[in-house]
């Protein structure tokens, strides 16, 4: 069963909550169809309730300049997870966001992630971190218009991060292990690598890589990292280690699995007993249960919060639940989340 409440960095589902809640405040925010960062930077500051990224500006100048896409409101909330603030979309309508704990602790950087109908894709821990790797994919594939369009649309900013033929001058010869070294940790790149093991046949390097993978800090909060390593294990038959691990995936928030929540319940060899326990534990039913059993009706409150993502992660039905998981951050104290939550254009 899953244990704990509110989505907290570092311990996904720990009984925690911030030191100081937030304060209410009035809040107009008008976005216009085509945002400018001055748009996204107050709704960041005034509506998400927390300090932009420095470099976003520029991030968001970067993501203009790829073939198809357009930067987007950051309101532009409707049909996806409601703790995102919308970035840019590209053709084939993948939406970049940057994403909004609901408890996160204080300091901490914003992810930049892909939003799909399940949740979110972990593209990068920070802006910066995502910037960098936009800069030297780009180096690494040559030159061109586009790539030179790239690094003027980073400036300043991109200088500091990335020197232009970096790589090449590495003698690194594959990309990814340049990423790995020199950029940061990214999920998709750990995951080409294990794929790579095992084409090379490389069993043992692949396990190791999959365990190394699902190490707490590397990406806290988030349950891809269990999925892909179940995977791995079931792919060597060790299919109850697999399972275990599965079990181990949905302990984390649901919408960080990378994949829909039945691929995963089938290596857990669950089938609809957790989505039923989420169902009881979001009742009033629930709830009182809970508080008889001396839980601060806040922690509840949060715990419902995190139930409620979950299960509207199941099917993508996130406008059905958004009202509901902005009233339970309401009634945790965290005023500025509920408003944010329910924030749409």
């Not at 992810?111 to 995502?130: E, I, S, T």
């Not at 369009?149 to 991109?158: C, P, Y």
Request: net charge negative.
């Amino acid at each position: 069963m899953k244990i704990g409440g509110g989505v907290v960095c570092g311990s996904p589902r720990a009984a925690a909550l911030p030191s100081l809640l937030l304060r209410r405040r009035g809040v107009t925010v008008r976005c216009s169809t085509s945002s400018s960062t001055a748009d996204h930077v107050s709704f960041i500051k005034d509506v998400a309730a927390t300090e932009p990224p420095q470099h976003l500006f520029h991030l968001l100048k970067m993501l203009k300049t790829r073939v198809g896409a357009s930067i987007i409101s950051p309101g532009a909330k409707q049909g996806i997870i409601p703790l995102v603030v919308p970035l840019a979309k590209n053709s084939t309508g993948t939406i970049t966001a940057l994403l909004r704990w609901p408890t996160a602790p204080a300091g901490m950087e914003m992810p930049v992630v892909d939003v799909n109908r399940n949740g979110v894709w972990l593209l990068a821990k920070n802006v910066d971190q995502f910037i960098h790797r936009l800069l030297v994919e780009e180096d690494a594939r040559g030159s061109g218009e586009q790539n030179d369009e790239l690094f003027l649309a980073a400036a300043d900013a991109g200088q500091k991060l990335y020197g232009r033929g970096d790589f090449s001058e590495s003698q690194i010869t594959n990309l990814d292990g340049y990423l790995l070294k020199k950029v940061g940790l990214f999920p998709d790149v750990i995951e080409r690598k294990i794929l790579r093991h095992f084409e090379e046949g490389d069993l043992v390097s692949a396990l190791v890589t999959g365990e190394f993978y699902t190490k707490k800090e590397h990406f806290p909060g988030f349950a891809r990292p269990y999925v892909f390593n179940a995977e791995v294990l079931l792919k060597v038959g060790r299919k109850t280690e697999a399972k275990d691990a599965a079990r181990g995936a949905l302990k984390s928030p649901w919408w960080t699995l990378g994949c829909k929540y039945e691929e995963v319940a089938n290596i857990a060899q669950w089938e609809d007993e957790q989505i039923e326990y989420f169902k009881e534990k979001v009742t009033e039913e629930g709830k009182q249960e809970d508080l008889k059993k001396g839980k601060a009706p806040a922690q509840v409150a949060l715990d419902q919060a995190a139930f409620l993502l979950d299960l509207a992660s199941v099917d993508g039905t996130w406008d059905n639940y958004v009202e509901r998981i902005a009233q339970c951050y309401e009634e945790a104290g965290l005023h500025e989340i509920a408003t944010f939550v329910l924030y749409r254009d």
